[in-house]
């Protein structure tokens, strides 16, 4: 199956900083998700971006598909931010296949 | 408003226990994940049902199963639960095809005493 690496592990930031987040994979993949997982452990879905470029107020995301990488922004951070920010890919165009994780990154925005 | 629900929340159950878990969708979606997420990892893929046909991923120990017995509902059964096992419990959904996005629900957090 297909490997995800995500980088970088950790990331600590001041409030109203930019920060960008990376997602490497092994395959070409024909989903591909972004997820902030909240306090409770609940996957909130960000993005949907097999390819292109997608933007939804203070968050963007861009998949090269062709390069096999994914990248994050959240630009003006806000403490509300914090959290583990994964991706996931999956490489059954019909979605049956399930999604590979990869190990996350930890954001940290202090005020 | 919620779409893809489980149940209960918080499960505490003993040491070789049976215990299910269970998640429900309003949003008609073909295929139910289930995915187990040990403390500080990421997700981890058990098994999915693409309407009725069951899929297990080749690594989900026997000690894993689960039952679909409409569109709307899934159960995870654990039929003897070591410490091992506790986790967060996380149900998906799709709708397959070519619309691959999938949906979370909150999430079962499973504690083994």
């Known amino acids: 199956g297909i490997q995800v690496e995500q980088s970088p592990p950790d990331l600590i930031l001041q409030e109203g900083a930019n920060s960008t987040l990376r997602c490497n994979f092994s395959d070409s993949v024909n989903n591909l998700q972004w997820f902030h997982q909240n306090p409770w452990g609940q996957l909130i879905n960000l993005f949907y971006?097999?390819?292109g470029t997608k933007q939804n107020g203070r968050l963007s995301a861009t998949t090269v598909a062709t390069e096999r990488y994914s990248l994050l922004y959240i630009s003006s951070s806000q403490t509300t931010d914090s959290g583990v920010y994964f991706c996931?890919?999956?490489?059954?165009?019909?979605?049956?296949?399930?999604?590979?994780f990869g190990k996350g990154t930890h954001l940290i925005i202090q005020p | 408003d919620a779409m893809v629900i489980q149940n209960p929340r918080y499960q505490v159950t003993q040491f070789g226990k049976p215990v299910t878990l269970s998640c429900s969708q309003t949003l008609n979606h073909n295929v139910m994940y289930w995915y187990q997420q040990k403390s500080s990892q990421a997700p981890k893929l058990l098994f999915h049902y693409y309407d009725k046909d069951f899929n297990n991923e080749a690594d989900t120990p026997d000690n894993f199963q689960s039952r679909r017995p409409n569109t709307s509902f899934c159960f995870l059964d654990i039929r003897s639960p070591g410490l091992g096992d506790a986790a967060m419990y996380l149900c998906a959904t799709s709708r397959g095809g070519l619309d691959t996005e999938a949906f979370f629900g909150q999430g079962t957090r499973l504690t083994v005493v």
């Open positions: 971006i097999p390819s």
């Open positions: 996931a890919g999956g490489e059954d165009g019909g979605g049956a296949d399930g999604l590979t």
